[in-house]
């Protein structure tokens, strides 16, 4: 493994993951936990192993251990969490961040606390642990995700604070502490706007836990807040009014005597002014994309289109005619509900457990498609595979080989794909190409439900699909001559709450020349 941990200054933006480029194999290998669900439920059990390691010394470590006790509950820890609880946990962006946090900045100053206390030898357990925590590409993937949630839905952040996800409360915060975090990751991408939000947030709670002895192990967050919420309004208010001052101004922040800043600090906390300020912080808006848009669920409906069953195709569907959802027209997007089945889904997620870390592709060093999904290619023969790949077929007539591979993504915290195309001229290495031809069409099997977000958008054709569990949607990348149709755009929202698991098969156009002369058999049936 090489080592460039040297080469990671604070967190700072998308410059520092662009930096990284020399060093990729050792991103590769180390975790990534925020990318996914799955990664989330890896890191949640390092961080049960920790504590529990601890829980079980508790008589050892007498009153030290108390410390501990008190923040563990107030970090909502609990123990013996089934499954499925722990899949709903992490599945909630508020949660994943928590863990993402408290273990990338808590966990290693626990340890050292507790390695100092104990000496070493009795808790060496937590010298493995500790070497999984999140690093800062991990973390600062997080933020990116919540900040994505934030922009994309446009949420505010006082709601966001408070759990009140697009209007659902979810009975949990974030913390003292996560609210800081966010606060000086703004900081420095000088989002001075978006900064001062999470630090007006974080100035109107008062550390959960003000035990001296946690201060003493974990810091005080407390220190800087007031200072970095002061500098963040005045660069904001300069950078809106004039630009010019805002060097000057900060720099007279910094230099401000503890008084003046306790001042400041008292106007700014009287409701007056603070309703001043919010109004302030949120008037400047920018205006919403329309991929934005589609992720709200905001487009117009369409009308003349119809759900029927469709049974006149082959012998398969004759048998068992499936529910057909049409889309779109032209061009041609239709969906089949109830084709993808629950213990089909219980296999897939079985054989997925070792899937590799999502990143952010680049080409020709400019990023063209940010995803941090994590996903693999299910490339292991197996049945339920070949029943899947045979289903396709029936259903939607396509030529290929029921052993071929299948695609399988599960989403983390706000990950998402920008818009793009899947076929070649975007820039992607399709495999196979001057053999197989390029993608004439997707498939994508949505595999479990996401009550919040993570809709699939086509934003040229103002179409969004809400991922239901079981269904199948697919549309042609290609107009029939084989050119491509840029009404293909497409891409997927940051999931807001749930664990988006979804399967893909790309069709390539070679082998479909015979079986399709033209697509238009298929979009007339
Ligand atoms: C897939 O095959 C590889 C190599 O044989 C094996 O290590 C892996 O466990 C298999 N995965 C599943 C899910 O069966
Ligand atoms: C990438 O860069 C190379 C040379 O720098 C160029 O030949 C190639 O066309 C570029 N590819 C894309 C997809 O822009
Ligand atoms: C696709 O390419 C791979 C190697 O790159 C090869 O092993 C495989 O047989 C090819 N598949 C087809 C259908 O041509
Ligand atoms: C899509 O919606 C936007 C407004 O959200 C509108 O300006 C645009 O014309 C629509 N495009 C299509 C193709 O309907
Ligand atoms: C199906 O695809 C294969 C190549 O992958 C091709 O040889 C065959 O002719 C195709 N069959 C039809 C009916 O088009």
């Not at 998308?14 to 799955?38: N, Q």
């Not at 919420?229 to 300069?238: E, Q």
């Not at 993608?439 to 977000?453: D, K, N, T």
Request: negative net charge; contains cysteine.
């Amino acid at each position: 493994m090489r080592k460039c941990h040297s080469l990671l200054p604070v967190l700072l933006g998308f410059a520092v993951l662009r930096s990284f480029v020399g060093c990729v194999d050792d991103i590769e290998e180390k975790e990534r936990y925020s990318s996914s669900t799955l990664g989330l439920l890896k890191l949640l059990k390092v961080e049960e192993k920790f504590a529990d390691s601890l829980i079980n010394k508790a008589d050892q470590l007498g009153e030290k251990f108390e410390s501990l006790r008190m923040y563990l509950s107030s970090v909502g820890y609990e123990l013996h969490r089934s499954l499925n609880e722990k899949v709903q946990y992490v599945s909630n962006p508020i949660n994943a961040f928590s863990l993402l946090r408290r273990t990338h900045e808590d966990l290693p100053k626990w340890h050292a606390y507790f390695k100092e206390a104990m000496g070493e030898g009795d808790l060496n357990i937590l010298d493995d642990l500790v070497e999984k925590v999140p690093n800062d590409v991990d973390m600062l993937s997080a933020m990116h995700g919540i900040q994505r949630i934030e922009k994309i839905y446009d949420l505010k952040i006082d709601d966001l604070a408070q759990g009140v996800l697009h209007g659902v409360q979810y009975n949990i915060q974030l913390t003292y502490r996560d609210l800081i975090a966010m606060g000086n990751s703004m900081y420095q991408q000088s989002d001075y706007q978006t900064a001062a939000k999470w630090y007006r947030v974080a100035c109107k709670r008062e550390l959960e836990n003000a035990d001296q002895l946690l201060i003493e192990i974990l810091g005080d967050p407390s220190e800087h807040l007031h200072r970095q919420y002061i500098k963040s309004l005045f660069k904001y208010g300069s950078t809106i009014s004039e630009p010019t001052k805002s060097i000057e101004e900060a720099f007279i922040m910094v230099q401000a005597s503890q008084e003046e800043m306790d001042n400041i600090m008292s106007d700014l906390r009287d409701p007056h002014s603070d309703v001043e300020v919010e109004k302030e912080l949120y008037q400047v808006k920018r205006r919403s994309s329309n991929f934005e848009l589609g992720c709200r669920g905001l487009y117009r409906q369409k009308t003349n289109l119809v759900c029927r069953y469709k049974s006149t195709a082959n012998t398969f569907l004759r048998l068992a005619p499936l529910k057909l959802e049409e889309i779109s027209l032209d061009p041609f997007i239709a969906m089949y509900h109830e084709v993808l089945y629950d213990s089909e889904i219980h296999e897939l997620k079985g054989q997925s457990m070792n899937m590799v870390n999502g990143y952010a592709s680049e080409r020709n060093g400019t990023e063209i498609r940010d995803t941090v999904a994590r996903y693999d290619w299910w490339s292991n023969t197996s049945l339920v595979r070949e029943r899947i790949n045979q289903r396709i077929i029936d259903m939607t007539e396509f030529n290929f080989s029921k052993d071929e591979k299948l695609q399988i993504t599960n989403y983390g915290v706000g990950t998402y794909f920008q818009p793009h195309f899947d076929y070649s001229s975007d820039g992607f290495e399709t495999p196979n190409i001057t053999t197989l031809g390029d993608r004439l069409a997707s498939i994508l099997f949505y595999a479990s439900e996401v009550p919040q977000g993570g809709a699939t958008v086509f934003p040229e054709i103002n179409v969004t699909v809400f991922p239901q569990k079981g269904s199948m949607l697919y549309w042609f990348n290609l107009h029939d001559d084989g050119r491509p149709d840029i009404r293909s755009k497409h891409s997927v929202c940051p999931v807001i709450n749930g664990d988006r698991w979804t399967l893909t098969k790309w069709v390539p156009m070679f082998p479909q020349m015979f079986s399709f002369p033209c697509k238009s058999k298929l979009t007339q049936l």
